[in-house]
C-alpha cells in the first residue's frame, strides 16, 4: 500500500472514529465486571463455604457435597484461584480432586414477595476446570440441580446460567453447592457467585456472553470478510504485499477465534485443536507485524526473518503432547517480541512514518495491552471475571486496515484527479499551440496569397499598361505624338486597367457579367473604329476554377483577338458569342475582315501568346481564317479543369 | 428652362472638365463647383441644383454623405456619382444611397451631357455586373427570407420588389446587352427601358431600407 502522505483530508475523523471505539471497549469491559445496581433480588457472593474432597474410592464426581454439618467446610473468598499444583488431602498429585463451594441466599420480605413465583436460579460467570456440579439441599438431602459436562469444553469461556427447578416460591431460604472437579496437576479457577431470580441473572450472563462470544464472533466474520477482499485484491496486485499479508492476519484471527463458532473436537483432535488455539496468536502476530511493516518504506528483512523463526519454532515447540507451563512461556515469548517489534515500529512511525503506519502502531499497542491482560488471565494472575480482549483487537486491526485503505483509495482519487487535471491543461496547451501555428500559417499563406496576387498584377502592369504608358512617354519626349495619337493610347491604357479592375469584380465563378462588362469596356473603342458588333450572350454554366487571374487570362485573350480584328482586318463588323457547349463554354470572336493565312501568320498578331494563354486555362482556341475570309477565334472553356 | 448643375469634385481640372462640359451646351449650365464635403453641402443647401454630380473620394469626408443629404432633402434633385472605373462596390453604394446614374471620370464632354441628358429625362444606364449584383440583392431578400415572417411579402411586395418587366430588363443588361438591343428584345424602346432602370435604382434605395428595417425587426424578434 501506499505510504504517500496527504496534508488534507478527514485525518481528524479517522482518529475521532478510534478514539469513540476505544472509549466503547472500555466500557463493555468495564461493564461485564461491575454489577448493575438496577437489578435486584439477585446477591453476589464473594464468599463461599469451601470443601475440597480427594475422588478416590466410594467417593466420584457424583456424589453429593458432604452435609451441612461436615468439618470440611471452609470459609473462602471468591474468586477463588488456585494456579499452582496443590497436594490435596488424602490424594495423590496425579489423582482427582472435587471443590465445593457453598452459598446461602436469604431473599428479604418485600423482594421476595415480588418474588413470588419466579423462578430461581445459580449464575457462574467463569470456571475453569472440569464441568460443574450443581445441588441444593433439600430440607437434610442434598438434591442435583444441574450437570455441566454436556458444555464442558466450552465451560472455561461460556458463562453457566442454571435454573433451581421447583424452588420458585415461595422460597425464604435456598442453599446451593457448586463442584468443579479438578486434577491434581492442574490450576483452576471458580468466579464469584451470583443467586437470585433468573430474570435478574439472565441479564447478567447474557450480556457476558454477548461480550465473550457474540462480539468476538461477529469481528471475527467481518474480518474474514475483509481478508477474502484483501486476498482478492492481492491476486491482482501481487507486488503489494500489505494485502497479502492482512489476508494472513485475517486468517489466523479466524483461527485463533474458532473456538467461538465450532463444537471443539474430541480426542484425538482435541489437543490439536487446543495447540493452533494457542500457536494462532503468534501466526496472527507474525502475519499483523509483516502487515505493519509494509507500510514503512523501509524494510527490515533481518526483523521480519527472526519473526518467522520465533513463530515457526514456538509453534513446533509446543505441538501436543503440551504442558501448561510451555504455554504460557511461549506466550509470555511472544509478548516480549512483540513488545519489541512494536516498539521499533513506534520509532519508526514516530520519525516520519506514513499516517497509516501510526494508526497501525496505535492499533497494536491496544493489542499489545489486551494481549497482555489475556495473557495474565490465562496465567491467573488477575481475576477470573474479566473477559477475554484479544478478540477485541482483531476490530482495531479491521479499523487500521479500512483507514489505510481509505486513504490509499482517497490518494489514488485525488491522484487521478490530478492526472487529468494536468491532461486537460496540457490539452489546452497543446491546443493553444496549434492555434498559434494555425494563426501563423495562415499569416504565411496570406502573405504568400498577397505576394502572388502582387506579382501577377505586376506582370499585367508590366505587360499592358506600363509599357504603353513608357512607350507613349518616349513618343512625346521625341514630340512624334500628336494629340489626337496620345488621347487613344491614354485611352486603351485606361481600358486596359479597367479590363484589369473587371477582373477582380466578384463574379462567382460566372463568365457572363465578365464578357458583359469586357463588351462596355471594348464598345467605345469599337465605335471609334467603325466597327459594328454583334452581341450574342446565352445561359453560360459556371466554372468553379475561374477566379481573379483566370479571369485576367480570359479578357487579355479577348482584348487581344478584339486587336486583330480592329488593326489588322479591316473588318466592318464583328460578333462576339458566347453559349454553353460540349460540357464548357465556347466564346466566339468573327469578323468580316481580310483574313490571314493560319499557315504563316505575320508577327505582331499576338497568337502565340493567346495560344499560351489557352493553355494556362486549361481550354481549347481555334483561330480559323483565310485571306479574304475573315478571322473566326474559338475559344472553349472546360466547365471542369 | 435650364439644368442646373452642381459638380462636386476635389480635383480641379477634372471639375472644370465637367464644368466645361456643361456650360458648352444651351440648355445646361454649370451653377457651382465644390472641392469639399461640407462646401458642397453648403452649395446644395443654398443652390438647390437640379442636378449633383458628385465624387466620393472627397478630403473631409465621404460623397455618400452628400448622395444621403440630396436624396432625404432635394428628391427633385438627379445625383450622378463620378465614379473612375464605375466599378461594382462603389457605384452600388452610391446608388443605395440616392444616386441614380454614374459617370465615368475619362468620359468625353459629349457623353457627360448626353447621360445628364437620359438622366433627367428619367433613364440611368447600368453596367452588367450591377445588374447582376441587383438581381441578387432583390431575389435573395424576396425568394429566401422573406416567407419565413408574415410582415416580408407585404413589405417587398410593390414599392420594394421588381416586377417581372423589370427583372427581365436587368437580366439582359446583365448578358451585356445594351439599352439599345434590351428595347427591341422587350418590344420596348430604349428610352423605357432606362425609366425602367432608374425606377429599379429608386427601389434599391427602398428595397434597402426595407431590407434594414426588416433585419432589424428580425433581430428584434430574436432577441425577445
Not at chain 1, 460443574?132 to 438431602?141: P, Y
Not at chain 1, 485503505?405 to 490530478?418: D, H, K, L, T, Y
Not at chain 2, 441614380?100 to 468620359?107: M, P
Not at chain 2, 432606362?194 to 432589424?216: C, G
Request: aromatic share 6%; with cysteine.
Amino acid at each position: 500500500m501506499s505510504s504517500q502522505r496527504c496534508q488534507r483530508g478527514p485525518q481528524s475523523a479517522g482518529r475521532a472514529v478510534l478514539a469513540r471505539l476505544l472509549a466503547v471497549l472500555l466500557a463493555l469491559a468495564l461493564c461485564g465486571c461491575m454489577p448493575d445496581p438496577q437489578l435486584s433480588g439477585a446477591r453476589h457472593f464473594v464468599r463461599a463455604d469451601q470443601a475440597v474432597l480427594a475422588l478416590e474410592g466410594a467417593i466420584d464426581a457424583d456424589a453429593p457435597p458432604p452435609l451441612a454439618g461436615d468439618p470440611r467446610w471452609r470459609p473462602v473468598d471468591l474468586p477463588d484461584v488456585v494456579s499452582r499444583t496443590v497436594a490435596v488431602q488424602g490424594g495423590s498429585t496425579a489423582g482427582r480432586s472435587i471443590v465445593w463451594y457453598r452459598v446461602t441466599w436469604t431473599g428479604s420480605a418485600d423482594a421476595t414477595a415480588a418474588l413470588r413465583g419466579r423462578p430461581l436460579g445459580l449464575y457462574v460467570p467463569r470456571a475453569i476446570g472440569q464441568p460443574l456440579r450443581v445441588w441444593r439441599v433439600e430440607g437434610e438431602r442434598w438434591l442435583p440441580v444441574h450437570d455441566n459436562r454436556p458444555w464442558a469444553a466450552e465451560q472455561w469461556n461460556r458463562p453457566l446460567l442454571a435454573e433451581v427447578p421447583g424452588l420458585a416460591a415461595p422460597a425464604e431460604e435456598v442453599t446451593l453447592a457448586v463442584g468443579m472437579p479438578f486434577r491434581n496437576d492442574r490450576f483452576r479457577a471458580m468466579s464469584s457467585l451470583w443467586v437470585g431470580p433468573m430474570a435478574d441473572l439472565r441479564i447478567r450472563a447474557d450480556r457476558r456472553t454477548a461480550l465473550q462470544l457474540s462480539m468476538p464472533q461477529a469481528a471475527t466474520f467481518a474480518m474474514v470478510a475483509l481478508g477474502a477482499l484483501s486476498f482478492a485484491v492481492w491476486l491482482r496486485r501481487r507486488h503489494e504485499r500489505a494485502y497479502l499479508y492482512f489476508a494472513l492476519t485475517s486468517a489466523a484471527w479466524a483461527a485463533r477465534n474458532l473456538h467461538l463458532f465450532v463444537n471443539i473436537p474430541a480426542d484425538p483432535w482435541r489437543d490439536w485443536f487446543w495447540w493452533m488455539n494457542a500457536a494462532s496468536i503468534s501466526w496472527m502476530m507474525l502475519a499483523t507485524y509483516l502487515y505493519a511493516f509494509q507500510f514503512d518504506a523501509r524494510r527490515y528483512p533481518r526483523v521480519e526473518r527472526a519473526l518467522v523463526v520465533l513463530v515457526i519454532g514456538g509453534s513446533l515447540l509446543t505441538v501436543p503432547p503440551w504442558d501448561y507451563d510451555v504455554l504460557l512461556a511461549q506466550h509470555a515469548v511472544n509478548l516480549l517480541a512483540a513488545l519489541i517489534v512494536t516498539l521499533l515500529l513506534t520509532k519508526l512511525a514516530w520519525r516520519g512514518g506514513s499516517r497509516e503506519l501510526r494508526v497501525i502502531v496505535a492499533a497494536l499497542w491496544l493489542c499489545l495491552i489486551f494481549a497482555t491482560h489475556d495473557w495474565l488471565l490465562v496465567a491467573m494472575r488477575i481475576t477470573p471475571e474479566t473477559i477475554y480482549l484479544l478478540p477485541y483487537g482483531s476490530m482495531l486491526v479491521i479499523l487500521s486496515f479500512l483507514h489505510a485503505a481509505m486513504w490509499r483509495f482517497n490518494g489514488a482519487i485525488e491522484q487521478v484527479e490530478a492526472t487529468n487535471t494536468v491532461l486537460a491543461f496540457k490539452l489546452m496547451e497543446r491546443q493553444r499551440e496549434l492555434e498559434l501555428n494555425h494563426a501563423r500559417l495562415r499569416t504565411v499563406e496570406r502573405a504568400q496569397t498577397v505576394l502572388i496576387e502582387r506579382q501577377r498584377m505586376m506582370r499585367d502592369m508590366h505587360d499592358g499598361v506600363g509599357s504603353t504608358l513608357i512607350a507613349t512617354l518616349r513618343a512625346v519626349e521625341r514630340g512624334d505624338l500628336q494629340t489626337d495619337g496620345l488621347i487613344d493610347v491614354l485611352r486603351s491604357a485606361i481600358d486596359d486597367l479597367r479590363v484589369t479592375i473587371d477582373s477582380l469584380e466578384p463574379i462567382a465563378h460566372d463568365l457572363t457579367p465578365l464578357l458583359a462588362s469586357f463588351r462596355v469596356r471594348m464598345s467605345r473603342r469599337l465605335e471609334a473604329a467603325g466597327l459594328r458588333l454583334h452581341w450574342t450572350m446565352g445561359d453560360l454554366p459556371t466554372l468553379p476554377w475561374l477566379d481573379a487571374p483566370q479571369a485576367l487570362e480570359v479578357l487579355r485573350l479577348l482584348q487581344e483577338a478584339l486587336a486583330n480584328s480592329i488593326k489588322h482586318a479591316g473588318a466592318r463588323s464583328i460578333a462576339i458569342s458566347a453559349q454553353g457547349a460540349g460540357g464548357g463554354v465556347l466564346v466566339q470572336v468573327l469578323d468580316d475582315g481580310a483574313g490571314f493565312d493560319t499557315a504563316r501568320p505575320e508577327a505582331g498578331r499576338g497568337l502565340p501568346n493567346m495560344r499560351e494563354r489557352a493553355r494556362l486555362l486549361g481550354g481549347r482556341l481555334t483561330i480559323e481564317s483565310s485571306r479574304g475570309a475573315g478571322t473566326a477565334v474559338r475559344l472553349w472553356l472546360p466547365a471542369q479543369p | 428652362m435650364t439644368l442646373r448643375i452642381l459638380v462636386v469634385d476635389d480635383d480641379p481640372s477634372l471639375r472644370q472638365g465637367f464644368i466645361d462640359a456643361v456650360d458648352s451646351t444651351r440648355d445646361m449650365s454649370a451653377v457651382g463647383g465644390a472641392a469639399t464635403l461640407a462646401e458642397g453641402l453648403h452649395l446644395l443647401r443654398t443652390l438647390r441644383p437640379d442636378v449633383l454630380l458628385v465624387d466620393l473620394g472627397l478630403p473631409d469626408g465621404n460623397g455618400i454623405e452628400l448622395i444621403k443629404f440630396a436624396a432625404r432633402h432635394h428628391p427633385d434633385c438627379d445625383v450622378m456619382v463620378i465614379s473612375v472605373f464605375g466599378d461594382e462596390y462603389h457605384v452600388l453604394a452610391s446608388l443605395v444611397a440616392g444616386a441614380t446614374g454614374y459617370l465615368l471620370k475619362d468620359a468625353r464632354a459629349s457623353e457627360i451631357v448626353e447621360q445628364v441628358r437620359v438622366l433627367r429625362s428619367g433613364g440611368s444606364p447600368i453596367s452588367a455586373v450591377i445588374a447582376r449584383q441587383l438581381l441578387l440583392r432583390f431575389v435573395a431578400t424576396a425568394g429566401g427570407v422573406a416567407p419565413a415572417n408574415p410582415d416580408g411579402p407585404e413589405l417587398l411586395n410593390g414599392e420594394s420588389s421588381l416586377s417581372p418587366r423589370e427583372r427581365e430588363v436587368l437580366l439582359l443588361c446583365a448578358k451585356g446587352y445594351s439599352y439599345e438591343e434590351v428595347g427591341p428584345m422587350l418590344g420596348i424602346s430604349r428610352h423605357t427601358v432606362t425609366t425602367f432602370v432608374k425606377r429599379i435604382y429608386r427601389k434599391l434605395q427602398v428595397h434597402s431600407k426595407t431590407e434594414a428595417l426588416y433585419e432589424a425587426r428580425l433581430r428584434r424578434l430574436i432577441d425577445e
